[in-house]
C-alpha cells in the first residue's frame, strides 16, 4: 500500500535547493544592492566544520550574516563552505543544508524556517516569515534578526 505523497519533506528539499540557488548565484555574481543574509544553523549536526573555539562558544546553534566581508563560497550538493571574519579571525566553515535553522534576506523581507525533529516530533516541516527589522552592522557571529514577524505554519493542511 503506498504511504502517501510526503509533501512536507518535497517542501523541505525545495527551499533548501532554493537557498543553494541563491548561495550560487551569490558565489558567481556577489550580493546585488542592499541583499544580505543571516543563517542561522545547528553546530550540533555532526558534518559542521568550524573551528573548536567557534563551536565552544556557540555548542547549539550560531548565526552568521553574510554582508559586507566573506570569502571562499562555495556551494555544494549537501551545503555550503565559506569563510568569514570574527573578530580579525577569517575562519573557515562548512555548513550542511540539513543543519541550517533559518535564512532570512531582511533587505526584501523574506525568510525561511525550518523544523527540525527535535522541535516537532513530526515529519519535518518549514514555515515562512517575513522580518521587519534587523542589526546588520556585524559580518559574521551571533546576533539574529530583531523584529515582528508573521509566521505561516504548514501544520494546518496535515493529516
Keep these: 500500500m503506498a504511504r502517501g505523497i510526503d509533501y ?33 544553523f545547528d553546530t550540533r549536526d555532526a558534518d559542521v566544520e568550524m573551528a573548536d573555539w567557534l563551536r ?14 566573506f570569502d571562499n563560497l ?12 570574527f573578530g580579525n579571525s577569517p575562519e573557515p566553515l562548512y555548513i550542511p543544508f540539513d543543519a541550517v535553522r533559518t535564512f532570512v534576506d531582511p533587505s526584501v523581507e523574506f525568510g525561511l524556517r525550518f523544523e527540525n525533529q527535535d522541535d516537532d516530533d513530526e515529519d519535518d516541516e518549514e514555515d515562512v516569515e517575513d522580518e521587519d ?11 539574529a534578526p530583531k523584529g515582528g514577524a508573521e509566521v505561516v505554519s504548514l501544520d494546518k493542511w496535515r493529516k
Design 8 to 40: 512536507g519533506g518535497m517542501m523541505h528539499r525545495a527551499m533548501q535547493r532554493l537557498i543553494a540557488d541563491v548561495l550560487r548565484a551569490v558565489a558567481d555574481e556577489g550580493l546585488p544592492g542592499e541583499h544580505h543574509f543571516f543563517i542561522t
Design 56 to 69: 565552544e562558544r556557540y555548542p547549539e546553534e550560531m548565526t552568521i550574516v553574510i554582508q559586507h566581508w
Design 74 to 85: 562555495d556551494v555544494r550538493p549537501n551545503g555550503f563552505t565559506i569563510t568569514l571574519n
Design 133 to 143: 527589522d534587523t542589526d546588520d552592522d556585524d559580518d559574521g557571529g551571533d546576533d
